[in-house]
Nanobody, 125 residues
Framework: QLQLVESGGGLVQPGGSLRLSCAAS????????IGWFRQAPGKEREEVSC????????NYADSVKGRFTISRDNAKNTVTLQMNSLKPEDTAIYYC??????????????????WGQGTQVTVSS
């Protein structure tokens, strides 16, 4: 069974940092785009960042550019989202998901599957 598991969420003050990890079991991530998404209460789920199977191509939402960094270690079958300069509006449940890398760039959200259970990130003083 293909499964992704997120970890690293928590409570942090504005301006602080968190490092989220996405680990795969049951399959290797090396052929897949991995996306990080988030959903805040009362809002739709949105894409935060996406990384290609090789790690050479990354995308970021405008709201997190310059603050978040996505990276991957295919040998360890993990993808990491480093989040710096966190703001209260970053508060959400963060999910990772996988989509086969067909070579045409980060797929739309609807093409992602094997969603993890999510990890809560709360930015508050």
């Amino acid at each position: 069974q293909l499964q992704l598991v997120e970890s690293g969420g928590g409570l942090v003050q504005p301006g602080g940092s968190l490092r989220l990890s996405c680990a795969a079991s049951g399959f290797t991530l090396r052929w897949y785009y991995i996306g990080w998404f988030r959903q805040a209460p009362g809002k739709e789920r949105e894409e935060v960042s996406c990384i290609s199977s090789s790690g050479t191509s990354t995308n970021y939402a405008d709201s997190v550019k310059g603050r978040f960094t996505i990276s991957r270690d295919n040998a360890k079958n993990t993808v990491t989202l480093q989040m710096n300069s966190l703001k209260p509006e970053d508060t959400a449940i963060y999910y990772c998901a996988a989509a086969f890398d067909s070579g045409y760039g980060c797929p739309p959200q609807a093409e992602f599957g094997s969603w993890g259970q999510g990890t809560q990130v709360t930015v508050s003083s």
